[in-house]
């Protein structure tokens, strides 16, 4: 097996607002994409690690990756499936591929075990979150209650078979919005496999997500 990650940083941050995209602010004086480079590359079963970047980005990404030993960076396009493709297509030779967003600095080695592990059993894995609330459907007068012991919040990375993954992309509609992968592999015919998430890996979308991410940064730094 020869597993690589690839990790998609050419988005906009437009919901976190700013100059600057989320994945180049810094969280403990270190850039969040770098986060997110640098536990995947600490992983052993992690053969190499590349990333996309937005068209104008390059020497933002330089900076933020500073003297780490990475693949020359490929560019992303206007949307994140767009950019996942373009990554996608400049790997060689891998036989697995974690794609993970950059927007998520906290990644737990274990977590990375976990998806390695359900690789060797599926053609894909994914991290997964039980949801803890209740749910609710409603306007702004509350509905009926949706049963939650059958639903999951979706994190990244999401692990897949190469071929797979990318044959699954291909058939992919071009119009049609997909805002993970797993959706598309399993749109492909492929069983995806739930492993545990982690509550650290959560998703930088919002303004207030980024004194939540140093947060949880400094717990696990003492
Ligand atoms: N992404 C990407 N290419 C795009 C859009 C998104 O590589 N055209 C990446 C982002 O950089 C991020 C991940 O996909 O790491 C998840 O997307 P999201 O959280 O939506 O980030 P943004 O698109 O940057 O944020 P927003 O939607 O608020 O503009
Ligand atoms: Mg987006």
Known sequence: THIVALVVAAGKGER????????????GGKAVIAHAVDALAAHPAIAAV????????EELYSKAI????????????ASRRDSVLRGLAA?????HVLIHDAARP??????IDRLVEALEHHPGAIPGLPVADTLARGTDILGDVVPRDQLYRVQTPQAFQF???VAAHRAWPDDREATDDAQVARAAGHRVAIVPGDALLAKITFGEDIAVAEQRM???MI
């Open 91 to 95: 790997i060689e030779g891998a036989s």
């Open 66 to 77: 500073g003297t780490r030993l990475l693949p020359a960076p490929v560019i992303g396009g």
């Open 106 to 111: 906290n990644l737990p080695g274990a977590v």
């Open 50 to 57: 590349h990333v996309v970047i937005g068209a104008g980005q």
């Open 163 to 165: 071929d797979a993954i």
């Open 218 to 220: 400094a717990a696990r």
């Open 16 to 27: 976190v607002g700013g100059d600057l995209p989320k994945q180049y602010w810094k969280i």
